[in-house]
Structure formats: structure tokens, C-alpha cells
């Protein structure tokens, strides 16, 4: 590999993740030599960059599109002019699009081309008085080029504009300047367009004032009653994911119809690629009911005048929300879309805001390239049913919980780990979302025990993804002995946490279930209590555990007849002894050393003699494994009929009549 298509790279890396410079997958960068141009691939985030997600084009046939005649019509000359492109490509396509604006890189003559879409440029760029601003802090260095759509036209059009610019100065500009959409910067070193880059931003900054103090605004529980409505409002057959923000710049913009206005509409292509053209303002808001009667008022509105369901909303008060088919969608949205209220702000600073207009608007919003890139950025599996849910798993740090959370990421659920064990849990969330996937994991120190602690579990989590379709009731505790050695206090414990803390997460769990289903009442949701083999017989000197997990199963059963109207199933997995999880194998702690120190295993003398009088114990010779849990979890989840049920999962070691 050139040594230069590394330096394209990392050039590319150290601006895409920096959200001043580029948001989501926008943006493109290019290194060409005599004969090849290398440029990112259509869809492909800069953050994300490697050599797999570059494009190799023969320079030659590329000048085909320079001097090439195509149609009139619009729609017929793209796809013309797409076809031209592609045959430029060097080698197997491989499902690769170079980027639309290739020829762009192609026409401007240095090695390295870097098309970014900086915040603070481009509040310059959607200003009123962009151009001559322009000329102001830059004068002739920078050719600023009128707002043209994207594609062809704008290819010819800057072609223009370089000739003319070339033929006064004797070479071509390293800056341009696309009014209304970001700026290119070019040079035979990525150093230097470092440096470029950075004295652009300083020059600006010296004229605009940067952004500064801009705090973070608390979530308002009222939102709790809020979210988990919208979501099902907003979403079709499988639920969305809202993502919140809230702060004292986004403040400036909802306290009334006026300002709202200022981010109202879209300045740039890449606020129409992923927020749409249009945005849902909410103005009542002292209460949820009134929040939820608003926006039912004005949804079928706004879908009657736009055609489409809303993808950004901003409720007076509270914030600025997006839903997205997955949590990358939502986050990448509300991105986009602070972005843009960033952009507002500092438009405004330089003689007032220019918006796209309606014709510019609709010819991006129709434009098959950007179809295109949406689709490449919104790919889910759509097969998959558990796709995009919502999961909430207790206990979810170590053990079965920790391989309940992560076989549930794995099936594309976001997944909350709920555990005391903070450390555990946070790095388990952060080991599952480092994965390149659509969803994600966070984990949220927890006590079952305390209602109010759960109360706050079921509130991030619907601050956090928007609702809630699944928790999984599996933290509990065992302390084993018999009425000798079991004092008051342990009972109480034990009874807190596997009997109180399973209806605590019932109990509020359930709210926002039943808010989700009352908007669509064909819709499910699952509370699955994580029981025992002794919550279905009798376990010698285990009274605690065994009477709470007898507790646990009536609350099952009584929790389904209360929660059957809202589509709640309630069922409970009472699964044999999973001999590998901390609970039985803690070397201090763990059960086969209780009931070795107890006494509990007759005659035994060693841990191993304890193991094997229990894997005697089941028909099957085996204690029970993760995968068995997780094939009668996804049985529950999948069903429609059953609820109230009590699943054993023990190797035919306890048998029901």
C-alpha cells in the first residue's frame, strides 16, 4: 500500500471524529497520483476509515464526465453520469460507490483534497452575508462558489469557477468555499492541510465568538410518561429508539413559535439526508398530557402536508428528540440536528440565517445519490424481530446476567445492564457497544431491593432509548443454611432482593409497557423473572432462597391476569444449577463452599465431591448452561399465547405433573 493512501487515512480518522468538523458519515477525502484517484467510499464514515473503505478510479476515464454530453433531464442525466463514473473504477466494485462528488477531487490539483462540513464554517456559509464575509476574513485566497446542487451541475460548476481562478492566478485555489454545504481544502501534504484547516477556523473564530458555557439541561420526569408514547406513535411494525438532548444553547431556540423558526428548516444536504426537511414543534408542554395531546393533533397534520412521519421533534422545555430504526440512526440525527441549531446560532451572528430553498430542498430530498447514502446508513435486518428492542436484564454484570445481556446485544437489542457491581457492568456495557453494531449497551448501578433505585433504572432507560419492550428479573442473591444458622437479618435480605426486587421491576416496568400498548394494543412486552429450580420444589437448608423463588413464581402468575389487557406477558424460567457462574464457583463465596462449610452435601469432603452429588442429581448429568436459559427466554419472547408460566430448565432434574 502507498504510503500515501496511510497518511489519507489517518488524515481522514483525525477529522471524522471530531464532531467540529464533520457529523455522522459526512464529508470525503481523496490522494491521486498521475494516473489513480483514491477517494472514501459512498456511505462510509471518516471516522471509520481504512483501505477497505476506499475507492480506486483511473484518472483518465474520469475526464469522460468533463467532456462528456448528457441529458437534460435532471434524474436521466445523474444516472448517466453514474454510469460514467462507475466504469472509472480500477478493479472489482465489490459493492463499493465512490462519492458523488469524485469529479470535484478529480478537477482540484493537489494530491490530498479534504471536503469537510466544520460547524463554525459553515455558519459562515448559511449566512446572509456569506460572501462577502468570505472575501472579508480571506479575500482572494478562498473562492467561494453560490449555492448549486449537488452532482453534475455543481461539478460544472466549480470545473468553472477553478479554470477561471486558475487562469488569474497561475494555480488552483486551496480553499473553496460551497455556499450552504462545507468546505474543500487541498494540498500535496495532509500536514498542510492540517494547518489550512486550522487557520480558516482561527480567522473565523476571531470574527464570530465560539460557542461557550453551553451546559447540560437535567431530563424532565415528565418525560418518562412521554417517550414511550411518541416512540410507538412514531414507529411502524418494529419500534424506533428516541434519543434526547437538552442544553442551554438548544434553550434558546424552543421557548416559542419565533425562534423555533431559526431551526425550522434545513441549511445544508446532509440536515436533509438524515433529519428530512421538516421538523414537529411542540409548544404546550407543563404536562404530559398536554405534550401527548398536542402531538397527536398535529401528527396527522404533519404527515398529511409532508408525507412522512417526523424524524426530529423539540418540545418546549424539555429538549430536542430523534428516532431512528436503530440507536446509530437516532444518535446520528439528533447529531445532525444539534449541528444544525449550532450552525443557527452562529448564522445569525453574521447578518442573519439563509435556508435552503424549497426548489434546493427537493431536488436533494429526490436525489437518488442520497437515497442511496440513507440506505446505506439505515440497514437493519429486518428479518429479525428482536431487532432495535429494548432490553433491561437485572443481576446483567456477571453470572447469567451478564451472558443473558450479551446474548440479547447479540441479537441486535439495546441492552441495559443493571447490577450493583459497577465496575463489572461498566466495562461489560462498554466491551458490547465497542462492537460496529447499531445498537448499544449502558449499564446502570442498580439495587433491586430499593424501589427507588429501579424507579431510576426504568427512567434512564426511557431517557436514554425511549421506551421499554423487555426487562429480565434475574438479580438475586443465595445464602444458604438451615433455621440453626439463617439469622433475621440474611432472611431479609435474601426475601428483599429475589421476591421485593422482582416486583419492583414488575411495577415500573410496566408503566411504560402499558403507555407503549395503549397507543397500539397489538403491541407485546415481556417481564421475565430469572427463578430457580427451588422455586419448584422444596430446597433442604436453602429455605430463604427457595421460599422467595416460591413467592416469585405467584407473582408471576398473578402479575400475568393483572397485565394480560396491555399485551404483558409475564413468565418466569426456572433453570438447574449453572455450576460455572459465580454463584456456585466463587472460590470464597460461591455454593459448592457453603455447602461444603455447611455441611449440606453428606460425607463430602472436597468441593469436587459436592459438584458430583448434584450432577448426580439431574437425569441429563450436566448442570445447566447459558444456552439453555436463552433458548426458553427467546421461546417467551417469541410466543403471543402464553403467560403466568413457570418454564423449567433443569436437565429433567425437576419434572412437572
Excluded at 485566497?141 to 492566478?169: A, C, M, N, W
Excluded at 454484570?397 to 450493583?420: P, W, Y
Excluded at 472436597?606 to 427466554?633: H, N, Q, S, W
Amino acid at each position: 500500500m502507498k504510503p500515501e493512501i496511510n497518511e489519507l487515512i489517518e488524515i481522514s480518522k483525525y477529522y471524522g471524529v471530531n464532531k467540529e468538523y464533520v457529523i455522522a458519515g459526512g464529508g470525503n477525502t481523496s490522494f491521486k497520483d498521475n494516473e489513480t484517484i483514491w477517494i472514501k467510499a459512498s456511505g462510509k464514515a471518516l471516522a471509520e476509515m481504512n483501505e477497505e473503505g476506499l475507492v480506486a478510479l483511473n484518472r483518465e476515464r474520469l475526464h469522460i464526465i468533463s467532456t462528456g454530453t448528457y441529458s437534460d433531464d435532471s434524474v436521466t442525466r445523474e444516472e448517466q453520469v453514474k454510469e460514467d463514473l462507475f466504469r472509472s473504477i480500477i478493479g472489482p466494485v465489490n459493492n463499493k460507490r465512490p462519492s458523488v462528488e469524485t469529479s470535484l477531487h478529480e478537477i482540484i490539483q493537489y494530491k490530498f483534497v479534504v471536503h469537510l462540513h466544520p460547524t463554525i464554517i459553515n455558519g459562515l456559509l448559511c449566512s446572509r452575508n456569506a460572501k462577502s464575509l468570505s472575501q472579508k476574513l480571506f479575500g482572494e485566497i478562498v473562492l467561494f462558489v453560490p449555492y448549486t446542487d449537488p452532482g453534475y451541475t455543481l461539478f460544472k460548476k466549480l470545473e468553472s469557477e477553478i479554470l477561471s481562478y486558475r487562469s488569474k492566478f497561475s494555480h488552483d485555489p486551496q480553499i473553496i468555499f460551497l455556499e450552504n454545504h462545507g468546505s474543500f481544502v487541498g494540498a500535496d501534504t495532509t500536514d498542510e492541510i492540517k494547518k489550512i484547516y486550522t487557520d480558516i477556523i482561527h480567522k473565523i473564530k476571531e470574527q464570530i465568538p465560539p460557542l461557550s458555557d453551553v451546559e447540560s439541561l437535567p431530563y424532565n420526569p415528565v418525560l418518562n410518561k412521554v417517550l414511550p408514547t411518541i416512540r410507538i406513535l412514531l414507529s411502524g411494525e418494529q419500534p424506533g429508539v428516541i434519543r434526547f438532548r437538552n442544553n442551554s444553547l438548544i434553550a434558546r431556540f424552543y421557548q416559542n413559535q419565533q425562534e423555533f423558526h431559526k431551526i425550522s428548516l434545513p441549511l445544508t444536504p446532509d440536515i436533509i439526508v438524515y433529519c428530512k426537511t421538516r421538523y414537529l414543534y411542540i409548544e404546550q408542554s407543563s404536562t404530559a398530557e398536554k405534550i401527548l395531546d398536542s402531538f397527536r393533533y398535529q401528527l396527522p397534520h404533519f404527515i398529511s402536508e409532508y408525507g412522512y412521519l417526523p424524524k426530529v421533534f423539540i418540545i418546549k422545555d424539555m429538549g430536542v428528540f430523534a428516532i431512528g430504526e436503530t440507536f446509530v440512526d437516532a444518535e446520528a440525527c439528533i447529531n445532525v440536528y444539534e449541528d444544525l441549531i449550532k450552525i443557527s446560532y452562529y448564522a445569525s451572528l453574521c447578518g442573519g440565517i439563509k435556508f435552503l430553498i424549497p426548489e434546493q430542498v427537493e431536488f436533494i430530498d429526490h436525489w437518488e445519490v442520497e437515497n442511496y447514502r440513507r440506505q446505506v446508513e439505515q440497514t437493519t435486518d429486518s428479518g429479525n424481530q428482536l431487532n432495535n428492542k429494548i432490553a433491561i436484564v437485572t443481576g446483567g454484570a456477571q453470572g447469567f446476567g451478564a451472558g443473558i445481556a450479551e446474548s440479547l446485544f447479540r441479537l441486535k437489542m439495546n441492552v441495559v445492564i443493571a447490577d450493583l457491581n459497577e465496575d463489572t457492568g461498566k466495562s461489560l456495557a462498554a466491551a458490547l457497544s465497542s462492537a460496529k453494531s447499531k445498537n448499544r449497551a449502558i449499564f446502570v448501578r442498580t439495587d433491586v431491593a430499593d424501589a427507588g433505585s429501579v424507579k431510576d433504572l426504568i427512567a434512564v432507560t426511557v431517557s436514554e432509548f425511549g421506551g421499554l419492550d423487555i426487562i429480565v428479573s434475574n438479580a438475586g442473591i443465595l445464602k444458604a443454611g438451615g433455621l440453626e444458622e439463617m439469622d433475621a437479618e440474611t432472611f431479609s435480605k435474601t426475601t428483599e432482593v429475589n421476591y421485593n426486587g422482582y416486583f419492583h421491576c414488575a411495577k415500573y416496568a410496566s408503566e411504560v409497557m402499558k403507555l407503549q400498548n395503549q397507543e397500539k394494543p397489538g403491541y407485546y412486552t415481556d417481564i421475565i423473572q430469572i427463578n430457580s429450580k427451588s422455586g419448584l420444589r422444596g430446597s433442604n437448608r436453602n429455605f430463604a432462597y427457595s421460599g422467595a423463588k416460591f413467592g416469585g413464581i405467584g407473582l408471576t402468575q398473578s402479575f400475568a391476569m393483572e397485565l394480560a389487557p396491555f399485551r404483558i406477558k409475564v413468565n418466569s424460567i426456572c433453570p438447574g444449577n449453572f455450576y460455572e457462574g459465580p454463584l456456585w464457583s466463587d472460590p470464597h463465596n460461591g455454593l459448592f463452599v457453603q455447602y461444603l462449610k455447611t455441611g449440606k452435601v453428606p460425607g463430602a469432603k472436597t468441593i469436587e465431591d459436592v459438584r458430583k452429588f448434584y450432577e448426580d442429581k439431574v437425569p441429563m448429568k450436566r448442570g445447566c448452561k447459558l444456552e439453555d436459559v436463552m433458548k426458553a427466554l427467546l421461546y417467551i419472547i417469541d410466543q403471543k399465547y402464553e403467560t403466568g408460566q413457570a418454564v423449567p430448565v433443569t436437565g429433567g432434574q425437576v419434572m412437572l405433573g
